[in-house]
């Protein structure tokens, strides 16, 4: 619903676009490319955020906002559905995020039976794939990382290596797992994290991580610096 709202305000951006008829299928000028381009970004965008749109209705919304007809709801109809709406949406995303945790908790109780990971009191589990020899974070040091976050299903939403450079954060200021990690790991060390959605995201999740995800890491702790320290 977010996702589709956003569209509609970078739509509005473009401020007013005069539509001709055209036959369908027909590309020719810059308008009629553009305007392909704005439809094509809008349905995708749409049928990510929204998968059970009806997609006739939608389209008569748009052509009769585009050719200036009158709406078919009031005013008052307008302000019920959209209320209504937005009660079935909450309860779509409550029910997907409940399945997210009920599926991070039997990962987490499998993976914990496996003889090389380690779990620790607050349930964070850990694989030492490289011990370091280096010096241990402290909580309020900065650290220099490499990193590969995904989720359990493989799917990849942030990576140092991608970019090519490793990140220097806080150790304080990132999520309860790797403040947790970082503070039993030492600088040379590689560890794969599996992190628990409490001391993630939680329930909120964010843009790239659904609500009650459980994350895996890669990490590389390249080094450890003092606060302050330059880079």
Request: with cysteine; hydrophobic share 40%; aromatic share 6%.
């Amino acid at each position: 619903m977010k996702r589709v709202l956003c569209l509609t305000l970078a739509l509005l951006s473009f401020g007013p676009v005069v539509l001709q008829a055209q036959e369908p299928g027909q590309l020719d000028t810059t308008m009629q490319k553009a305007s392909y381009v704005i439809g094509r970004k809008f349905g995708t965008d749409i049928k990510s955020g929204l998968p059970n749109v009806d997609v006739k209705a939608l389209l008569l919304g748009i052509t009769e906002a585009l050719e200036g007809k009158d709406s078919k709801l009031t005013d008052e109809q307008v302000q019920a559905t959209m209320i209504e709406f937005q009660k079935m949406m909450i309860a779509e995303q409550q029910k997907m995020a409940e399945a997210d945790k009920k599926q991070g908790l039997e990962f987490l109780a499998e993976n914990a039976k496996k003889p090389n990971v380690k779990t620790t009191k607050t349930g964070l589990q850990y694989i030492i794939e490289k011990e370091g020899t280096g010096a241990t974070p402290k909580a309020a040091d900065d650290v220099v990382c490499h990193y590969k976050g995904t989720l359990i299903d493989g799917t990849v939403f942030d990576s140092s290596y991608d970019r090519g450079e490793p990140a220097r954060f806080p150790v304080s200021g990132v999520i309860a797992g790797w403040t947790e990690a970082l503070q039993l790991m030492k600088a040379g060390g590689k560890w794969k994290l599996f992190i628990p959605s409490e001391l993630a995201y939680g329930e909120r999740g964010n843009q790239a991580i659904p609500p009650n995800s459980v994350l895996i890491f890669d990490i590389e702790l390249l080094e450890v610096l003092p606060p302050g320290a330059e880079k």
